[in-house]
Nanobody
Framework: QVQLVESGGGLVQAGGSLRLSCAAS????????MGWFRQAAGKEREFVGV????????HYADSVKGRFTISRDNAKNTVYLQMNSLKPEDTAVFYC??????????????????WGQGTQVTVSS
């Protein structure tokens, strides 16, 4: 069992930056690939990015590529989402999720075994 808690959300102006954190419980954090998703009001949850268990591989949605960066610190059981050049369309609840296997289906929410409760990010224009 893995419990995930996101933090770091808030209100930021367009063009600004935020760093989200996702802290995981348990001693098996390093065995999970970690993904970030977001869900805007009235829309489906969408993939943002994923990092492999060791942190050596990442993949991003085209909408955030070049602006967002995922990293992880396995010693701290934490994964991060650094968001730069934020846009109003980035406004959403952001979720982290854990996957036992780093597979080609990482962009699909059903792929993940555990989810955090989400943190709100609001970008004003």
């Amino acid at each position: 069992q893995v419990q995930l808690v996101e933090s770091g959300g808030g209100l930021v102006q367009a063009g600004g930056s935020l760093r989200l954190s996702c802290a995981a419980s348990g001693r098996t954090f390093a065995s999970y690939a970690m993904g970030w998703f977001r869900q805007a009001a009235g829309k489906e949850r969408e993939f943002v990015g994923v990092v492999s268990q060791s942190g050596d591989r990442t993949h991003y949605a085209d909408s955030v590529k070049g602006r967002f960066t995922i990293s992880r610190d396995n010693a701290k059981n934490t994964v991060y989402l650094q968001m730069n050049s934020l846009k109003p369309e980035d406004t959403a609840v952001f979720y982290c999720a854990a996957d036992r296997d780093y597979r080609g289906t990482y962009a699909y929410a059903w792929n993940y075994d555990y989810w955090g409760q989400g943190t709100q990010v609001t970008v004003s224009s």
